[in-house]
């Protein structure tokens, strides 16, 4: 009798990135600053040397002279490389005396969604996203793609978020890195090219100009068999606290969906599978 028949093995895997460049400050600008700052550090160490013919007393003074520079560059440096977090803010209570209460000295005030917003976020709780346990397909990756939305959504609405709209721009970078990760048989965010999330959003023209502030995220998963499912990559996605910050993040109010039904060979070789991108963005003015 032939032995028991072995089905296929599944697997998932997933990917986040999020670039959070808030500003007007052009990208050449930012790129320039450092490289600027490291030459003069390198060139002011390269002559730093006290000459012998002074006197004691010169060669005393500038001694000290460098190593006061050379703190400052040291603390400069530090400074560049490890940002000392913002101090914490915390709540002092008021001494209770006869007839007070005692309370914090301050409040943060959190934001109150607005009536229409509200309105908003409960018609998402209240509908049920359709087609989630669908395996993509070419013929059916439209309903794929709204249930991902669909998904995606209402956790952000469990989360008191408002819910990301489609954007063809961002719906076209989704589209052209998941169709890359297939042909170029790879699975990353940046491309063997060189190719970021930024570049691939840029060049759809969803980014205006130079001098416009946008933050910008991308989540990406692979899924093979009953794993390539929306309701599995998207649960993949909501246990991964990077792409969930992605997922839930306040600012963006666009995002873009793409499905593409199979994976790269070069991590799932000759699985059934699908591939996924979504984009997240928005255009701060």
Known sequence: MPGPRRLPASALTVLACAALVVGSAPASAAATGPLTTARAAAHHRAGASCAKGSTRAERRACRSHLRSQQV???AAK???AKPRPPKKVRAKKLSAKSGETTEPSSTVAQPTPTPRTAATIATVLATPCQNTE???EADNLPLVREAVLCLINRKRAEDSESPLVASPELEQ????HCQELIADNYFAHISPSGETPVDRIRNTGYIPGP???YVIGENLAWGTYQLSTPQAIVAAWIASPGHLANILEAQYKETGIAITPSVPESVAPG????TYAQEFGVIIP
């Open 78 to 80: 530090q400074h560049v």
């Open 271 to 274: 699985a059934t599978g699908a």
């Open 173 to 176: 970078a989704a589209e052209s």
């Open 211 to 213: 001098n416009v502030g």
């Open 134 to 136: 669908l395996t993509p």
């Open 72 to 74: 400052k560059e040291a």
